[in-house]
């Protein structure tokens, strides 16, 4: 299994472009979420899914879109990039059965800045 | 909302002593789980240990263990014997279950001085 990954790991905007932030797993988990880590702080939680077709706003979800059309794949979505969005973004998978599986699984990282 | 605390930006060991990263949380659900992260300079989130709020013993792997004591909403995280490698920074995460989205603290960054 190659678990969750990111694509791509380095990426350098300007301020108003728009891309997307991939992701994917391979371990048919439920649950998926986007985080965010800003410079000296811990993970913040911007959009999650429970389920294909399913997703809801988490704790700093604004100038982020996101969609869950498939089980493995669960991308993030700027519409209009500006410099406080720089930061290193993860996203993670669970399973939703609970009991010893529950644990998210984070991707490496992708690293933004928007000039 | 939970609220997941911890009151040490900064802690510093001597190689082979042992130290404590202090957390504290908030919530009000009675099923959740406790996590410790490692985040070397990588920034690969690399899981430490986990702890199910419904046992009573303390998660222990090698020479990481927990404190966990619920009444309290603590889980402190000692590294017994610490290593150069352990050097990083930690995050604790509260993890409601069966919900899929965590609650980080802000991270402890650990010295290990030789």
């Known amino acids: 299994n190659a678990g969750v990954t990111q694509t791509p790991k380095f990426q350098v905007l300007k301020t108003g472009q728009s891309m997307t932030l991939q992701c994917a797993q391979d371990m048919n988990h439920e649950y998926m979420s986007w985080y965010r880590q800003d410079p000296g702080m811990g993970l913040r939680l911007i959009h999650y899914s429970v389920g294909a077709g399913i997703t809801d706003q988490g704790e700093v979800p604004n100038g982020y879109n996101v969609s869950r059309s498939t089980t493995e794949d669960f991308p993030l979505r700027l519409l209009s990039a500006a410099p406080s969005q720089t930061s290193v973004y993860f996203c993670?998978?669970?399973?939703?059965?609970?009991?010893?599986?529950?644990?998210?699984?984070f991707g490496p990282g992708t690293r933004l800045t928007v000039l | 909302a939970q609220t997941v605390t911890q009151s040490q930006p900064e802690m510093s060991v001597q190689e082979a002593e042992t130290v404590t990263l202090s957390c504290t949380y908030d919530t009000s659900e009675s099923d959740y789980y406790l996590f410790w992260y490692k985040q070397p300079p990588s920034r690969q989130m690399i899981l430490v240990i986990r702890?199910?709020?419904?046992?009573?013993q303390n998660a222990t792997e090698n020479r990481f263990s927990v404190n966990f004591q619920k009444a309290a909403k603590s889980f402190s995280l000692k590294i017994s014997d610490s290593q150069l490698g352990d050097a990083a920074m930690y995050f604790c995460?509260?993890?409601?279950?069966?919900?899929?989205?965590?609650?980080f603290g802000d991270g402890t960054t650990l010295t290990v001085k030789p």
């Open positions: 702890q199910e709020a419904y046992k009573q």
């Open positions: 995460a509260y993890l409601k279950a069966n919900a899929g989205k965590s609650t």
């Open positions: 993670a998978s669970s399973r939703a059965s609970g009991g010893s599986t529950d644990t998210q699984y």
